[in-house]
């Protein structure tokens, strides 16, 4: 895989797990369990969107065979996309919604933090920017987890069984494939090692403050995503989400 | 805006000699139009009123989320995605800072809120309707945010101080908006398909009338307008409002290039206003009885969120105590 293939496929993969986790993001409006939530929700998923087509943009320039930043989000088909497994996972009450949004924050943190130093300068604009946004989300998500695990005996159970649900999608997070490598090779993207460490070392201490016990090192990870290979919930993110540019294929504006 | 029909608890008007020295020198003071302040003393049927009217105004930003939540997954490009997006994000802090203003009178957010699941409270009619397409997205902004700022742009000089701080910055974003929304009609209808084009006059067509019950009841005869008007909550009559937004919005429907529901509308050279007809009233007080469209299943949406919301708002506070005790234990 050369550098350039490798970069616009990174790309892709950044736009796409920004994408999907603010769509589902975008499923909860008045559905919140409170109206400031409300508020907060919109907030995180409009910057993962404003991220997304920062990325897309950046990627549509990259691949240059004519389509665009919207023809990216919304007319590629799910095994097209390469979105982490865990962004796409369904909103099944809070302590989900709150675990799949700290999991996540951790790596994107993480992520954009090495990525704000990248040798690509647009990468590195892009990731200064969405930084501080990411910043945000990660305490806000962390202060959850731990309101939620550490709250009532209730509230500790919901949050204790969102941990397990979830952990067999965290697995991908840090699991660096070729692409991961030929981006850290070059000093655009992280280096997978220190980024595993950075993100196991962050989950498990806010998972221990918040008195929740963390799946194994060595438990079965399902992954995929990155190459386009999907649960079977995105393809129903994707017909909702793509509804319009599916059914109006001829329209050029909206 | 979004307040369509509140009760006053009056049934005619006092006049000054009737009043006691405190109800003068309050009635003087707005009279006056110095603004009443929470510290201030006011006629409890003053105070009662306002709470209704804000909650309703509250109530309305948050359950109109929902018409957009419809469309907010399936927004057909990036730019308008996030535009709805921001929008939506406005609402909830409309409806947040409304609540904050409301409480400034006395009452409480949790109990208003709970009268509201129970169907007690009103919320503007207009969200009662259903989002069928897209342009519904255009024509909410463009003719219910249009609604809204008619009647929000008067209600900056209303008399209660904090309602009156809340109207100045809701109004700002909700021009924004308002704009916003237009725009999406007006590129559909400049560079769109047949079938986008028809999607606008559809939404038009649907959205017309109830954006125009949306000033409330002809107020000829109300003792409830007539009360809130005499004590500066309500500055202009629903009707003259209902006709301002008329004047102002058809040279922007006839620049779209649409027309609207409404054989009788036309222009009155005489008058210098439009002419238009007569609302469906049997269907507005179906509506804000419960009997819409949407009304159930806003409501129960609504229900729903904080009924099952509930163990994470518990938890949230079971921490907090956690962490206070904490706190004082190490020090």
């Known amino acids: 895989m050369t550098e350039a293939e490798a970069l616009k496929e990174y790309l892709l993969r950044l736009a796409d797990s920004d994408m999907i986790l603010g769509q589902r993001l975008c499923e909860l409006c008045g559905k919140a369990p409170a109206l400031e939530e409300e508020m907060a929700l919109m907030n995180v998923a409009l910057d993962l969107v404003g991220q997304a087509r920062n990325w897309y943009e950046y990627a549509a320039e990259l691949i240059d065979d004519g389509r665009d930043a919207d023809k990216l989000a919304f007319r590629r088909d799910a095994h097209n996309y390469r979105n982490l497994l865990l962004t796409e996972q369904p909103n099944e009450g809070y302590a989900v919604t709150m675990g799949r949004q700290f999991f996540f924050d951790v790596w994107h943190y993480f992520t954009l933090k090495s990525l704000a130093g990248s040798s690509d300068e647009r990468i590195a604009g892009i990731a200064a920017k969405a930084l501080k946004e990411a910043t945000y989300h990660l305490r806000r998500s962390s202060e959850w987890v731990k309101r939620l695990g550490d709250g009532t005996d209730e509230s500790h159970q919901h949050m204790q069984d969102a941990v397990d649900i979830l952990w067999r999608f965290t697995g991908e997070l840090i699991t660096p494939d070729d692409t991961d490598r030929v981006m850290a090779e070059a000093g655009i993207g992280p280096d997978p090692d220190q980024l595993a460490k950075d993100w196991r070392g962050m989950v498990n201490e806010v998972l221990t403050q918040a008195t929740l016990t963390p799946g194994a090192e060595d438990a079965w990870m399902y992954m995929g995503g990155k190459h386009g290979e999907h649960t079977e919930h995105l393809g129903f993110i994707l017909a909702e989400m793509q509804f319009l540019q599916r059914a109006y294929p001829d329209a050029t504006t909206w | ?331």
């Open chain 2, 1 to 331: 805006m979004y307040a369509q029909l509140v009760e006053t608890g009056a049934k005619r008007l006092k006049t000054l000699e009737e009043m006691s020295p405190e109800e003068r020198e309050f009635q003087e003071k707005v009279d006056a139009e110095t603004k009443i302040e929470p510290k201030n003393w006011m006629p409890e049927g003053y105070r009662k009123t306002l709470v209704r009217q804000i909650s309703q105004h509250a109530h309305s930003e948050v359950v109109g989320m929902l018409p957009e939540g419809n469309w907010v997954t399936r927004a057909p490009t990036l730019k308008r995605k996030l535009q709805l997006m921001a929008k939506i994000q406005d609402e909830a802090g409309h409806g947040l800072y409304l609540y904050s203003a409301m409480e400034t009178l006395g009452a409480d957010r949790d109990e208003e809120i709970e009268k509201l699941h129970q169907g007690k409270a009103k919320y503007s009619s207009i969200f009662n309707y259903p989002t069928l397409n897209w342009a519904d997205m255009g024509a909410v902004g463009w003719l219910v945010d249009g609604a809204a700022i008619v009647n929000q742009v008067v209600l900056q000089r209303t008399s209660y101080g904090p309602y009156s701080r809340a109207m100045v910055r809701i109004c700002k974003e909700e021009s924004f908006h308002q704009r916003q929304g237009y725009q999406i009609l007006l590129d559909m209808m400049r560079e769109g398909t047949e079938e986008q084009k028809a999607m606008v006059q559809d939404a038009i067509n649907r959205l017309w009338w109830p954006a125009l019950m949306m000033f409330g009841p002809h107020d000829d005869e109300s003792p409830n307008s007539q009360q809130s008007l005499a004590w500066k909550i309500k500055r202009k009559s629903n009707d003259e409002l209902r006709q301002m937004f008329i004047d102002q919005t058809i040279p922007q429907l006839e620049f779209l290039g649409c027309t609207a529901p409404d054989p009788d509308l036309k222009w009155n050279e005489e008058t210098g206003h439009y002419d238009f007809g007569e609302i469906n009233w049997q269907e507005f007080y179906d509506v804000l009885n419960g009997n819409g469209p949407c009304n159930r299943e806003r409501i129960n949406t609504r229900k729903k969120a904080i009924d099952e919301g509930a163990w994470v708002r518990e938890a949230a506070v079971a921490y907090a105590k956690k962490q206070k005790q904490r706190a004082q234990e190490a020090a």
